[in-house]
Structures are given as structure tokens and as C-alpha cells.
């Protein structure tokens, strides 16, 4: 679950006066965020500062854990906690959190209240004047270790003036309707509202149903917001996650502890600190101490360096690079990376020149997909010295002068330990001498002719391999990749769902051996290699810090807190897109491999096996087109209007189907004319700017819509059957799918081919 992550209902605000408007208008969101929690971080601690003191004062002492102090708020109609933070924006600048000459609260809870404060403002609740209302159904989801405290923070602060907040379970045996509260749903006993509970008292729904009717509004403290029922998690209006601690609920408890900065924002490394429990953190913040030496204790505990290996340890070593015949997902780059180094060897041996040797390569690829890893792989593999560094490092070096003797330095080093490998990172920041700008063109042209120089100058490099490396090789100057140069530009694709499985177990070594990666691999489809090693170390450092052997539930707990959670609302808008791709892929005999909600990294999609043949026919363009169409076609035939679903990015359905209806008419002779106008890659600018190629493309489309609605309309059927599966189960794989259309009348795919004709 990952920190203060919120679904809220819209939210009016309060008027504003011109004053204030004026004065929020001058800060810069993040700063008017910080502000705002700030402001309802002080009001909470100075509420529950006031509660603790009365219980103190009560019971004669008081405890430093947070299931042992009870706020409850049923003794009276006190002031609660005001969260419209509108109308007095600079009213309490620079006001302590705490009266300091008060008795302090607990670290343990401050924390908490800190997570909540953020949670609060982060999901808009601060805009107001009451987070609990008639009607209202509120969700924090927290661990268990932190529900005692939230359960506190709402009853001391966050129910109005004259309400009583009383749990499901007392208010079932005692329940008359006395005006106004809040009801209180918790993971235990009759009140608990999740999904594999739900059969065994499912009075809990009729119940919540009740109060809702009443006009109670309803609390509801869980675990796994996802566990809910279906119901359950539909009613709610406002979802705050408070998972993990973050920098800024540290700052805020140290502040409010000692009236002064942290300081360690710098040192604190977030990862290890959401990997630690709150418990965990309030053992290094005592009440009553020195500032310096809780300062000191935080960053032994939190810093980068408290979690790396001691020296002499038996994991203190550093783990060389894989080997190239190792290295998964890197397809064409890693026959290349084969290749060279048998050809070094024969080169080693006398028995080729360096001619006839591939001297000079570019990769290219979206960040993550492990172009530095190769380049390791590949010299460590190749018994090349690595000389590594980076267009930007040489930038940083000052002028041009100090630029080029940058530049003749690292290739210096090359030479003089040949054999080696020279990888230059972020090669396009070099720059292109085909769109130079006016005020920098003398220093791009310089900056790339001492690259070519060093390349293929008058000084030899021979034994010197040199690899670049970009996210975007269309920027390259045309003469880097000439012969003897960087002759070689090769893509490293984002690793399919095969090669993530394989990466996943390169990472999990010996770990996890007896489970099938194979789902998991299907939840990361769309990630990088990169993404999966931040994956596993995440997962190994949360069972450390628990004390654990990793286990395949750490796995999937990790797994889930990255999945998009969706309202019921927007899982079925996007389960009946999704349908409609697949059952029109379908109708054309093509397959559907999976279909997915739940994707932490392509969000929702439909992976159907759509590629083209080698010599495509008009039938073929248009079968893509349609399936391309489908989903938003499906919207309006099951839902009656469509979504943003299919338009946005270039990515997506609109954009794709309108290139390649623009292909089809200019570069390919499968529109309405003959005529070749321009080559397929300059389909999509020639799009933007012809208002009659805009026409011709708009009609295509409305046509193919036109047929695939007819498609759609006589199959209400298994579309909506399809469309149900997935919003309820959020995946379905290849078997699933073909058992839900089984019954589907296809006809002959061929004749639905010949019928997109006529």
C-alpha cells in the first residue's frame, strides 16, 4: 500500500476573499501543499495535545503507545478540528505545533498524526470544513500496528461539534436513532466489511445501508482497502492510504517535538524509511531529549549508509557484472555484444585486423531497459578495460576548451589500455549540426567535431570499442553513424513478459525457487529491467526490517500496492473498452492473449496477437483498424457514451488508427487514391497539416466505426459477459477468454475480412 494515495468525491470550496485568493495566488503549489499540511498537522496535534493532558490529568499518567491512549470524544460536544483552511490561510504563520510548556504527545502518535494530516490535505479533504458529514463514507486504510491511533486522531479531532463516534459493533446491540454520528467499521468482529468475510455476516452491508439512510456518516478503518466487498468499496467518497512515513511526517514530528528543523532531508534515504515500521522510528524519537542526539540517532538509523554491507562481511563484496551469455531481454544487442567478442578473440590472435572488426555501436531505448548494464556485461565479457562516462560529464567540465580536453582525456585512457571499451552515456546531449540553434551553434559544431576527431582522427584508435548510449537516437548527428564510426544503432526493447520472468529470477538468485513467476511477470508487463530490481530490492528490504524470510506474500503485497485502484464506476467503464477490442479481435480469428485492469505498468489493456503480414491487404489494414476502434465503440454501445479511454497520447487508439488510416492513403495505395505522396514514417505530420487528408481519415474511421458497431450491437451477449469477468477478477488469461466467447457466432473471419470491403 503506498502512502496517501486518494479517491475523492468533488469537493466545494468555500468562499474566498479577494485578499486571500490574491494571497494563495502568489505560492507555488507544492509550497501552498506544505502550508496546508502544516496548518492541519498543528490543529490536530494541539487537539489531541489537549486530550492527552485531560486523560493525564484523569487517570493519573498516561501511556506511550498508541493502543493504550483513548480519545474518545463521547464525553462531550466538544470543538472539533476545523479543516477549512481558506479562510485564515496566513493566520497562524510560524504557530507552534504544541504548546511547549504542555505535556508533550507521544512521538509514536505525533507520527501518525502527521500521516493523516498529509492524507487530509493531499485528498482534498482540507478543503472542507468537515471531513465527517451526513451521508459520507470515509476509508482510511492503515496497518494495524497504526489503526488504535487513527481510530484516536477522529474521535479527539475529525467528528463535528455534538456527534458521537461509536463502533459498528456497539451500535448493532444498542442502535436508536439519536441524531447524527459516525459509525465505525474496523477489520474485526461484526463490523468487518471485507470480501471473504462478507458471506459469513452479511448484515455488515444491510447495516452500513442503514446508516447511510439515518444520515450517519461512516468511518471505515482497514488494512486492504481492496479487501472490501465490491459494495463496500464502491459506497466510499474519500479513500486515504497512510502505508508508510514519509520525509515530510518525520520533519513535522521532530518539529513538533523539539520547535526546530530536522535537518536531515538530505541523509534521510526514503526507502529505508518506509521499509521501517512507526514503532520503529519512535524508538529514536524520545520526549524530553536533547535535539542533537535524536538528530544523531535518526540518521544512524535512516541513512544511505546505515543499510550497506560492513566491510569484511560476507555480502560486503562487490557483485560483478552478468555475464553477456546471461544477460535476458537485450535481443539484438546481445548477439552483437556474441559476436564482438569472438571476433576480439580472433583479433587477439592475429588472425583478423581491426578493420574487419565492428568498432563503434549505438543503443537505444527508453530509460531502465539496462544500456549501462550492457556496456558492463559486454567489457567484462570481452576482457575490455571500461572506460565509462557521459556526454553531460564532460559539459559540466566548464568551456568549450575544458569540454574537449574532457573528451580527449577519457579517449587517451582508452588507447593507452587498449583493449577497451569506451561507453559514452547520454550521447544525444552531444547535439546535431542539422538543427543547430542560433545563440550555442559555434559550441555544438566545435563539440562534435572533437567527437569526430577522437572517432576517426588522425590519432588511431585501435583496440577501442566505443558504445553510446540515448533515449533518443533520432537526434543523433548524421555523421556519428557513419562507416568506421558508430556504423551501428541497436534498440534494446522494454523486456517482454517472458524475458521479466527471467529477469525476476536473475534478481531472486536462490530466493523464491518453488513458485511460478509467470503471473508476476504479467502484473510487471511494461516495465524495465530496472523496475524489476527496484522491485526485488524493495521487497527484500520490508522482509528484513520485519525480521522475515522473504516469502512469495512479500512479493504480492509489493505487487499490489502498485496496482491502480479504480472506483467500481471506472473499473466497468474500462472492463467494457477492453471487451470490445477482445471480442472483435475475436470475430477476426485473432488471438487474445490476456486481458488486464490491473497493470501496474500499461494500466488497462487487451494484448491481442494483431501483427502484420508481410504484404497486408486492405482487408488486413482495416481488420486493425477496427479493433483499434472497438473499445470505444463497445462504450457506446453498452454504456451509451464514450470516454477518454481511446484518445490521449500517441499511443493510443485514436492516434494509432488515425496514422495508419493516413498510411493506408498516402504511402500505401490502399485509399482512395493510387497515388504515393509520402513515405509511411511522414504519415502522422502530414496529418496534422493536410485538411483534406484530415477528411479522408475522419470518414475512414466513421465507416469502420459504423461496421463495428453493427459487430458489437448483435453481440450485446458475450460482450457484456466478458465486460463482467474482467471488472470483477481485473485479469483474465488466454483460457478464460476463449471459454467466455465459446458460444460467440463468429461466421467465417474471412467473410467479416471481405465484409469491412463493401
Same mark, same amino acid.
Given at each position: 500500500m503506498t502512502s496517501a494515495s486518494v479517491t475523492v468525491e468533488p469537493v466545494v470550496d468555500a468562499p474566498e476573499s479577494d485578499a486571500v485568493q490574491a494571497r494563495l495566488a502568489r505560492k507555488a503549489p507544492e509550497a501552498r501543499r506544505k502550508a496546508r499540511i502544516d496548518k492541519v498537522f498543528g490543529r490536530l496535534a494541539r487537539r489531541l495535545q489537549r486530550r492527552v493532558n485531560a486523560e493525564a490529568d484523569l487517570a493519573g499518567h498516561y501511556s506511550n503507545r498508541i493502543n493504550r491512549v483513548d480519545l474518545s470524544s463521547e464525553d462531550g460536544p466538544e470543538d472539533q478540528v476545523d479543516l477549512d483552511l481558506q479562510d485564515d490561510e496566513d493566520a497562524s504563520a510560524g504557530e507552534p505545533f504544541l504548546d511547549r510548556d504542555a505535556l508533550l504527545l507521544p512521538p509514536v502518535l505525533t507520527m501518525v498524526t502527521a500521516a493523516v494530516a498529509r492524507a487530509i490535505v493531499d485528498a482534498d479533504a482540507g478543503k472542507a470544513t468537515r471531513l465527517f458529514r451526513p451521508a459520507r463514507v470515509v476509508a482510511f486504510e492503515a496497518p494495524e500496528s497504526w489503526q488504535e491511533g487513527v481510530e484516536s486522531i477522529i474521535?479527539?479531532?475529525?467528528?463535528?461539534?455534538?456527534?458521537?463516534?461509536?463502533?459498528?459493533?456497539?451500535?448493532?446491540?444498542?442502535?436508536?436513532?439519536?441524531?447524527?454520528? @459516525?459509525?465505525?467499521?474496523?477489520?474485526?468482529?461484526?463490523?468487518?466489511?471485507?470480501?471473504?468475510?462478507?458471506?459469513?455476516d452479511g448484515s455488515a452491508l444491510s447495516w452500513l445501508a442503514l446508516y447511510l439512510h439515518e444520515r450517519y456518516a461512516i468511518c471505515i478503518i482497514t $488494512?486492504?482497502?481492496?479487501?472490501?466487498?465490491?459494495?463496500?468499496?464502491?459506497?466510499?467518497?474519500?479513500v486515504m492510504s497512510l502505508g508508510t512515513l514519509e520525509v515530510e511526517d518525520l520533519e513535522r514530528t521532530f518539529r513538533a517535538l523539539h520547535d526546530? %528543523?530536522?535537518?536531515?532531508?538530505?541523509?534521510?534515504?526514503?526507502?529505508?524509511?518506509?521499509?521501517?515500521?512507526?514503532?520503529?522510528?519512535?524508538?529514536?524519537?524520545?520526549?524530553?531529549?536533547?535535539?542533537?542526539?535524536?538528530?544523531?540517532?535518526?540518521?544512524?538509523?535512516?541513512?544511505?549508509?546505515?543499510?550497506?554491507?560492513?566491510t569484511g562481511s560476507k555480502s560486503g563484496g562487490k557483485t560483478g557484472p552478468i555475464p553477456l551469455e546471461e544477460l535476458i531481454g537485450y535481443g539484438e544487442a546481445r548477439t552483437w555484444g556474441l559476436d564482438l567478442a569472438l571476433d576480439l578473440a580472433a583479433y587477439r590472435k592475429g588472425e583478423v585486423s581491426w578493420e574487419d572488426l565492428d568498432r563503434g555501436l549505438v543503443l537505444a531505448g527508453p530509460p531502465g531497459v539496462g544500456k549501462t548494464r550492457f556496456a558492463a556485461s559486454l567489457a567484462a565479457s570481452c576482457g575490455l578495460h571500461l572506460v565509462a562516462t557521459s556526454a553531460a560529464a564532460?559539459?559540466?567540465?566548464?568551456?568549450?576548451?575544458?569540454?574537449?580536453?574532457?573528451?580527449?582525456?577519457?579517449?587517451d585512457e582508452a588507447r593507452r589500455k587498449a583493449p577497451s571499451l569506451l561507453f559514452i552515456d547520454e550521447i544525444d546531449a552531444v547535439g546535431s549540426r542539422t538543427n543547430l540553434q542560433?545563440? #550555442?551553434?559555434?559550441?555544438?559544431?566545435?563539440?562534435? #567535431?572533437?567527437?569526430?576527431?577522437?572517432?576517426?582522427?588522425?590519432?588511431?584508435? $585501435?583496440?577501442?570499442?566505443?558504445?553510446?548510449?540515448? #533515449? #533518443?537516437?533520432? @537526434?543523433?548527428?548524421?555523421?556519428?553513424?557513419?562507416?568506421?564510426?558508430? %556504423?551501428?544503432?541497436? $534498440?534494446?526493447?522494454?523486456?517482454? $513478459?517472458?524475458?521479466?520472468?527471467?529477469?525476476?529470477?536473475?534478481?531472486?538468485?536462490?530466493?523464491?525457487?518453488?513458485?511460478d513467476l509467470d503471473r508476476t511477470a504479467r502484473f510487471l508487463s511494461g516495465a524495465s529491467g530496472a523496475d524489476v530490481e527496484a522491485l526485488v530490492r524493495t521487497v527484500r528490504a520490508r522482509a528484513r526490517r520485519a525480521g522475515e524470510r522473504l516469502s512469495e506474500r512479500h512479493l504480492q503485497d509489493e505487487l499490489l500496492k502498485r496496482t491502480p485502484r479504480y472506483t467500481a464506476e471506472e473499473k466497468w467503464q474500462m472492463a467494457v473498452h477492453e471487451a470490445g477490442h477482445a471480442l472483435v479481435a475475436n470475430l477476426f480469428g485473432l488471438k487474445v492473449y490476456r486481458m488486464s485492469l490491473v497493470s501496474p505498468e500499461t494500466g488497462p489493456h487487451a494484448f491481442v496477437g494483431m501483427g502484420f503480414s508481410a504484404v497486408p491487404t486492405v482487408a488486413d489494414v482495416d481488420m486493425h483498424l477496427a479493433v483499434l476502434l472497438a473499445g470505444r465503440v463497445a462504450e457506446e454501445v453498452l454504456n451509451g457514451m464514450a470516454s477518454t479511454a481511446a484518445g490521449g497520447p500517441r499511443e493510443s487508439d485514436l492516434a494509432r488508427a488515425s496514422i495508419l488510416a493516413a498510411m493506408q492513403e498516402i504511402s500505401c495505395g490502399l485509399g482512395t487514391s493510387l497515388l504515393w505522396r509520402e513515405p509511411p514514417e511522414k504519415a502522422e505530420a502530414r496529418l496534422a497539416t493536410d485538411p483534406l487528408l484530415q477528411n479522408k481519415v475522419r470518414f475512414r474511421l466513421e465507416e469502420i466505426a459504423h461496421l463495428v458497431r453493427g459487430m458489437l450491437s448483435t453481440r450485446m451477449q458475450p460482450l457484456y459477459r466478458l465486460a463482467a469477468f474482467l471488472a470483477h477478477r481485473g485479469e483474465l488469461g488466454e483460457e478464460q477468454i476463449a471459454k467466455l466467447l465459446s458460444d460467440v457466432d463468429c461466421g467465417s473471419s474471412d467473410a467479416l475480412r471481405r465484409s469491412l470491403l463493401h
Open positions: 474521535k479527539a479531532c475529525l467528528v463535528p461539534q455534538g456527534w458521537k463516534a461509536r463502533e459498528h459493533a456497539y451500535l448493532r446491540s444498542h442502535y436508536r436513532h439519536s441524531g447524527p454520528g @459516525v459509525a465505525l467499521f474496523k477489520d474485526s468482529g461484526p463490523g468487518d466489511l471485507r470480501s471473504k468475510d462478507i458471506d459469513e $488494512e486492504d482497502f481492496d479487501a472490501l466487498a465490491e459494495e463496500a468499496g464502491a459506497a466510499c467518497d474519500v526546530r %528543523e530536522l535537518g536531515l532531508a538530505e541523509a534521510v534515504d526514503p526507502e529505508i524509511l518506509r521499509s521501517k515500521s512507526v514503532f520503529e522510528i519512535g524508538t529514536a524519537m524520545r520526549e524530553r531529549e536533547a535535539p542533537a542526539r535524536t538528530r544523531a540517532r535518526l540518521r544512524r538509523m535512516l541513512s544511505a549508509s546505515a543499510s550497506a554491507p560492513k564532460w559539459q559540466a567540465c566548464g568551456h568549450l576548451g575544458d569540454y574537449l580536453r574532457a573528451m580527449r582525456r577519457d579517449f542560433t545563440h #550555442n551553434s559555434d559550441y555544438v559544431r566545435m563539440a562534435i #567535431n572533437g567527437l569526430l576527431e577522437q572517432l576517426d582522427g588522425f590519432e588511431a584508435r $585501435e583496440g577501442v570499442i566505443v558504445v553510446g548510449a540515448t #533515449n #533518443n537516437p533520432g @537526434v543523433l548527428d548524421p555523421a556519428l553513424l557513419r562507416p568506421g564510426r558508430l %556504423e551501428k544503432v541497436i $534498440e534494446i526493447p522494454l523486456p517482454d $513478459e517472458e524475458d521479466l520472468a527471467g529477469i525476476l529470477r536473475q534478481y531472486l538468485k536462490e530466493d523464491l525457487l518453488d513458485i
